[in-house]
């Protein structure tokens, strides 16, 4: 069960024996009133800024949205995919509810994008499943439909796997769905956390396929929200979550996902974790670039002699 | 990782110099192939240990004490260092090279716990010596088989517990009813061990890393030697 997406010179592969993947989520105008505004007037600086800093920030994939209102969203969208493929090598993921905007990204984009998103309702799937097949890319699938989001966590599991199957019967292969669960603010839904971790089993185990949830909707309307983030993502992480769509420049959600992946063996000798520890060091030294081999081995050489 | 580099081309020195680069990165087939491109180019084997091998881990064992290494980085490097020392070793007792030394090394009983005790095994492999590790839960007799088999030079002897350090004295007693106590360097670690207990058990001296263990032991085998 293994996803890959790809830009033209970096392949992503999600999967349970893989380091968990940050979906970089800045890049989105939506209560940014000031980036909404410099989109729409074709100032696209600060989204080449969010990228890079994503990006270095440990983000693998970054999430494009051009949802501004009475804007031309899928012109827009073109120019914010093609900015970003400019400045990161990364792959994208492209974030709209407007079927011509998703079309308008996925044509400039180049390589194997994520669709982010289709939902379970039968109009939704009959309009984006098509294009997911067109343009051999993956989706997020969300589990709700007509009905709504429903609190029993075995209705969203049968929404779930409604989703994969609609996408066999376009030809989509099942490991280019990608299941999001849906989570509650558990400030209001008191077993939102359960909800979600029996889903994340239930569709690693059942259907097979990988997961994605945002990693900050758990703590809405509650204090201290990046320790409360962090404890979701690592308990969601054990349940069965492969990514999630979230800022990767905020330090405990970093660590959370580095210590998830030590702890999944994921890390293969810890050398993620070390390394990120030892730019921590470094930068609050004000050194920049400590852990490329070169500045290793004349550190390493000074103390030889 | 030295897809640009071709070590065939590479005068000697800068040749030493990245095989203990690729040590102290834990690269083993790199590792591999520069011990095999010094001895073709008529290096002895003892000299590549010394200068390419050794050279390289104490580097690593020094930057563990000093915590800028950390124990997956120790690990790999010492299994780098074990991929050399597969070329290295039979071509060592072929051309009679001068040994470091020999150590046994165990858990005492009662004891399972040997994370750290096989980081100072690998560590002392790093630094030349021939290691017999017996591993966890050894009692007396355990440690005077691998004494009659291997006739070392050190005894190393590991616990993490506080109930099991007191049988250390029981070896070392044994080690002085049988007469061999003196021919011998007796070498304790472990959590809960100090130099006063090594002290008053009649250890030699008392390892708080593996970086220490390999120090200690080299300078007390340059005593022994001297004492002949």
New interface residues.
Partial sequence: METIISSKTQTVIMGPNQPFTIIGERINPTGRKLLAAEMAAGDFSRVERDAIAQVQAGARILDVNAGIPLADEPAIMAQAVKTVMAVTDVPLSIDSSVIAALESGLQAYEGKALVNSVTGEDERLAAVLPLIKKYGAAVVAISNDETGISEDPDVRFAVAKKIVERAMDYGIPKEDVIIDPLVMPIGAVRYGGRQVFSILRRVQEELQVNTVCGASNISFGLPNRPVLNAAFLTMAIVSGLTSAITNPTAPELRQAMLAADVMMGNDENCLAWIDYDRRRKAAAQGDTAPTDRESRRRRRRERAR | ?NDEVNIKDMPIDELL?LM??DL???YADEVVAEVNEALSRGMTPYEVLTQGLV?GM??VG??FRDGVL?V??V??AAKAMKAGMIILRPLLAETGAPKVGTLVIGTVKGDIHDIGKNLVAMMMEGAGFEVINLGINNDVDSFMGAIDAHNPDIIGMSALLTTTMPYMRTVVNTLKEKGIRRDLIVLVGGAPVNDAFAEDIGADACCRDAAVAVETAEKLMAIKREKG
């Fill in positions: 990782m110099e203990q680069d102290y990165d834990g050279a104490d580097i020094v930057d950390f997956p980085e690990l790999m």
